[in-house]
């Protein structure tokens, strides 16, 4: 079925210094951020993207205040609506295999071979985050192969599981029931279909939830892993919570796995679950992002 996602874009340029605060102010807007560097001009180019149209009056009122505030001209904010695409069928065009350890990553419409060794996870993304291509995921994977060698979990949460390649990879490393859960419904669906094409129904159970609410996730806790790849925000406004549903009743270690933030983010994000009694074991740098591995 095709899929067309209608995506609005939010675009302003403004001094190098002042990049990191109209990054902040615009953040809590987006479901992704970027930004760059322009060589001709010396600016950086912000832009943002959401699924619902913006409240261009509020942000830019915003923008104006805070460029008032710091003394700068008010940016020029440019908002547009991306053009639809079908996602499903351009991931299916763009995704050849990949490898990241020993977890081999492959479309639908590649045929897999035999690869002694390696953990094979057939995957359509679609209209879901979570392909393997991005350094967030990759990090995960890593970070997943690491404390493989050492370390065996009973009872795993993936807190945002998109297309589910987390749930998927941790459920073949562990050989253990994962529960796998996201606030978006179109991803709890491709989560279902790829949970299917990979042998693992009844293994891997998918809700749909606003963060630790769900009642499935509530019934299984606690946890001894979970696996977070989300945003820096709401790592932080959910630290408490992941805290409360990790098994701190038994001699055995928990672990979680953090990602989705700039470098940047890394230390607020620390700071959050340091107050929640953990502590960093690993990070994680891949091209500026970073996964944080915290245990207790």
Known sequence: MSIPIFLWRVDFRV???????FENLLEP??????????EKSREWKIEGLTSVEPDTIGITKKLE???????????????????PKNWLAENLMDFPPI???????????????????????ELDSGSAF??????????????????????????????GCGSGILAMAATKTWRNPVIASDIDDEAIRVTIGNVKKNGLKGVIRATCGMGYSSKLVRNNAPYDLILCNIL???????????????????NRRQFVILSGLLERDGNRVIAAHRARGLHLYNKININGWIVLVMTR
Do not use: W
């Not at 001094?15 to 605060?21: L, Y």
């Not at 807007?29 to 760059?36: D, N, P, Q, V």
């Open 99 to 121: 490898q990241i350890g020993r977890y081999y990553i492959y479309g639908s419409h590649i045929k897999p071979t035999a690869l002694g060794g390696m953990i094979q996870l």
């Open 65 to 83: 205040h805070l460029a008032n505030k710091n003394g700068i001209l008010t940016p020029t904010v440019i908002f547009d609506l991306v053009p």
């Open 232 to 250: 820096a925000n709401p790592l932080v406004q959910m630290a408490g919570d992941l805290s409360r549903h990790l098994d701190s009743g038994t």
């Open 15 to 21: 001094p190098k210094a002042h990049r990191k605060i």
């Open 29 to 38: 807007y987006c479901l992704a951020l970027s930004s760059f560097e322009d």
């Open 130 to 159: 979570g392909s393997g291509e991005h350094a967030t995921t990759e990090g995960c994977l890593r970070a997943m192969e690491h404390l493989a060698r050492q370390f065996d979990f009973k009872k795993i949460l993936d807190m």
